[in-house]
């Protein structure tokens, strides 16, 4: 079956500390990995994708994610989190159609 | 590039009512796509569109629920005899249907609350 996990539902980190979302899926063909941000009342804002190649992907507002494909992984990381990236972060696979999403993990940011 | 817009962005009906929603995707992309999420939850795929063909439905789209992109532009999802479970948020995304280009971009979302 093609899933997404998401572990952590809830982290919260100090402004300035660094992070890593985990995320882990299940997926028969070759997957494209993404990962998106939803702020309150905001759509789904693309982070940063994974179709081939690089397994270390760079995306917008300072993220990275790593591909690894022997552990089913594409974890999210950021060196230093600032107070604006308290938001929900939903990592997803697909192939040539719909994606399927995680459950999604709740960042909050300490001042 | 103006982006997914959606209408409404808020509906209130009472159950039993029909709804229906409207999505514009970005001009240029072919591929129209319909997610439902509830609270706590991650998007659900409900349906896609390749210009005007209905490409995929999932199981989660019941036969109240109906999907249509005659002209292959804009879309409409229409809930028939709305039901308090049918209370979420429902999201548009396009795309192209090209290589890499798969990246959906996503509307704000019509919220839906069946009282």
């Known amino acids: 079956a093609q899933s997404v996990t998401q572990p952590d539902i809830h982290i919260t980190v100090s402004e300035g500390a660094s992070l890593e979302l985990r995320c882990n899926y299940s997926?028969?063909?070759?997957?494209?990995l993404f990962w998106y941000v939803q702020s309150p009342g905001q759509g789904l804002q693309l982070l940063l994708k994974y179709f081939s190649g690089d397994t270390l992907v760079q995306g917008i507002k300072g993220f990275e994610a790593e591909f690894k494909r022997s552990q089913s992984s594409f974890n999210l990381r950021k060196p230093s989190v600032h107070w604006s990236d308290a938001a929900e972060y939903f990592c997803a696979v697909g192939g040539q159609g719909n994606l399927i999403f995680g459950k999604g993990t709740k960042l909050s940011v300490k001042p | 590039d103006t982006g997914v817009s959606q209408d409404p962005r808020h509906k209130i009906t009472k159950r039993g009512q029909n709804v229906t929603f409207r999505c514009d995707p970005i001009?240029?992309?072919?591929?129209l796509y319909w997610y439902r999420q509830t609270l706590g939850q991650g998007p659900e795929f409900l349906t896609y569109?390749?210009?005007?063909?209905?490409?995929?439905k999932s199981r989660l789209l019941s036969d109240r629920f109906s999907a249509e992109r005659p002209k292959g532009s804009f879309s409409t999802l229409e809930i028939q005899r709305t039901e308090q479970g049918d209370s979420a948020m429902y999201l548009c995304?396009?795309?192209?249907?090209?290589?890499?280009?798969?990246?959906?971009?996503f509307g704000p979302g019509t919220r839906l609350t069946v009282t």
């Open positions: 001009s240029e992309h072919n591929r």
């Open positions: 569109f390749q210009n005007e063909a209905q490409l995929e």
């Open positions: 997926y028969g063909a070759t997957p494209y």
């Open positions: 995304a396009s795309s192209t249907s090209t290589g890499t280009s798969l990246k959906q971009y």
